[in-house]
């Protein structure tokens, strides 16, 4: 997989956590359609992490080969909130039938949406899975535009998290 990736300029950095009891919570994806490019991570936490990445890319793949079938230009920002909500939805509604709680797990979720007609790019993302857009440089590889993780340590995303209802406490 890795070497065919590679041949069409992408690059994945997937490394398991340091928890020996924890298997690798790293889910990815990358699809195509004819205008299109889809490419997606989650990077689960906690005891059922696995299983909320896993379910996460399953939903948000389906999801979003929908979402562009026929479609003319990149999702809006309304759509990418509909998707994410949808996608988070879904992975609640499975666990459930599933029998896993999630209470102290989930994931991160980051997609890249690329336009080969319009030669443009959407990064969407929640959570501190990174993503990096980079081009090759005249001396290597150079960064284009990398997105900031939301992290609750970072004081702008404390101040979002409570505006918004929810709340910051740490868990052992």
Known sequence: VRS???REGVAVACIKGRKPEQPNQDTFFFADTPRFRIACIADGHGEFGHWASHWAVRAALRILLVELAGAEALPEDEAVVRIYDTVHSAIVHQSGRDGYNLSL??????????????????????????????????????TV???????????????????????????Y
């Open 4 to 6: 065919r990736l590679e």
């Open 105 to 142: 797990s989930g994931t991160t979720f980051t997609v890249a949406l690329i336009d080969r007609v319009a030669s443009q790019v959407q990064l969407s993302w929640c959570g501190d899975s990174r993503c990096v857009l980079g081009r090759q440089g005249p001396r290597g590889p150079e």
């Open 145 to 171: 535009i990398s997105t900031n993780d939301h992290k609750p340590q970072d004081p702008d995303e404390r101040r979002r998290i409570i505006g918004s209802g929810g709340e910051v406490v740490r868990v």
